[in-house]
């Protein structure tokens, strides 16, 4: 049997994801003149979407990119992306770039050229893969001065994930001036004497729309939640250290640069929160085991 191909979304129109087709002069290609959001859905709902629209309304506001479409059609194309592709658990990426150009300007093209608009929905395959923790390592932050933009601009991030892969990790922890920043594709909690802690918002950090259900989450579990800078060795110092992103949900990492966290096990905080947070997502089963 003939396996249907992913359909996608691209300038107004559903289509098969193998025949959309983007001009060379398109900014996303020539500059990273884009952003994009990724929005996780379970059991076919779309979990956390007003924060993810929020988070991508923010980021096309922040570079003065017109936003394409209201709160509701966004709302159509994000259900008819899970619906043409199959529901259960997906991932639903939206990039909106400034347009094609006649030709390539660094200026902002005039009003007359429209945005890029592209989505598609890509399978999760276990919605829970790092359940028995990660392996992390430090890398340097060598990314632009406003992470706080979910632009399509992403080399430093690349080469951090890169190296992690390459070392055997999970994920690359970045640092800079001394201070952690976030992941190379997450956020970053960390867990000293049952309070939690993240990096406050500001230019350094993308607002996470996970933490901050992690947080609110945590709270009604009774666990404190604080927003405060934390310096290397208060990282490495922690009794437990968590990544967050919208498709591995919290993941417990449990070697960092090798070095066991805590006693090398994921943490009884993040077995607390993480069975709260798994019961908030759709289609799970609040009785569920304990991870």
Known sequence: MAVPLPTAWFNGNF????????????????????????????????????????????????????????????????????QKNGGGNLAVYLQV?????????????????????????????????DRPGIQAITRPDQRWGRCDIKSTALLANVLARQEASEAGAGEAILIRDGQLSEGSA??????????????????????????????????????????????????????????AAATRGIAPVVLLDGKPVGNGEPGPVWRQVATAFDASRPGSDPAGPAP
């Open 15 to 82: 289509m098969p994801l193998a025949d959309v087709r983007v001009s060379p002069l398109d900014r996303a290609f020539l500059f990273g003149d884009a952003v994009y959001e990724v929005i996780p859905v379970f059991a076919g709902q779309p979990f956390l979407l007003d924060p993810h629209l929020d988070r991508l309304e923010r980021s096309l506001g922040e570079l003065r990119i017109r936003n394409p479409h209201s709160r509701a059609d966004w709302v159509k194309v994000i259900s008819g992306l899970v």
């Open 97 to 129: 770039s400034r347009g094609a150009d006649v030709g390539r300007d660094h200026a902002f093209p005039g009003s007359d050229v429209p945005p890029t608009v592209f989505g598609m929905a890509s399978p999760i395959t276990e919605p829970q893969p």
């Open 186 to 243: 997450s956020s970053v909690i960390i867990v000293e004497h049952g309070v939690l802690v993240r990096r406050p918002a500001g230019p350094a950090v993308l607002p996470g729309t996970t933490t901050d259900a992690v947080f609110a989450i945590a709270r009604r579990c009774g666990r404190r939640c604080i927003d405060d800078g934390i310096a290397e060795e208060r990282l490495r110092r922690a009794d437990e250290i968590w990544i």
